[in-house]
């Protein structure tokens, strides 16, 4: 059974930092892309940060240059540290597996991530 537990939201004023957690179990977590999505109020679901099993990332536009991620293969862990915050980043984030270019597992509960103006 695929568990993934993200942790390390909360509020923070814009031009902050956070870096959020998630720790998966149930996979081969070495093996997998793993990314971090997020989901804003009235929005879809976007993916904003992936990186592959040999560490090579990839970011949305609206993010590169702010987040950064990154994974410890040892601690079955992805991070997300995220620079430089921005009211519109204000969203729900999780992680998942990244399978084909699409999340392959249920999702977890996920943290919420406010930044203030």
């Known amino acids: 059974q695929v568990q993934l537990v993200e942790s390390g939201g909360g509020l923070v004023q814009a031009g902050g930092s956070l870096r959020l957690s998630c720790a998966a179990s149930g996979i081969i977590f070495s093996f997998n892309t793993m990314g971090w999505y997020r989901q804003a109020p009235g929005k879809q679901r976007e993916l904003v940060a992936a990186?592959?099993?040999?560490?090579?990332?990839n970011y949305a536009d609206s993010v590169k240059g702010r987040f950064t991620i990154s994974r410890d293969n040892a601690k079955n862990t992805v991070y997300l540290q995220m620079n430089s915050l921005k009211p519109e980043d204000t969203a729900v984030y999780y992680c998942?597996?990244?399978?084909?270019?699409?999340?392959?597992?249920?999702w977890g509960q996920g943290t919420q991530v406010t930044v203030s103006s």
């Open positions: 998942n597996v990244v399978y084909t270019g699409s999340p392959r597992h249920s």
């Open positions: 990186i592959t099993s040999l560490g090579g990332t």
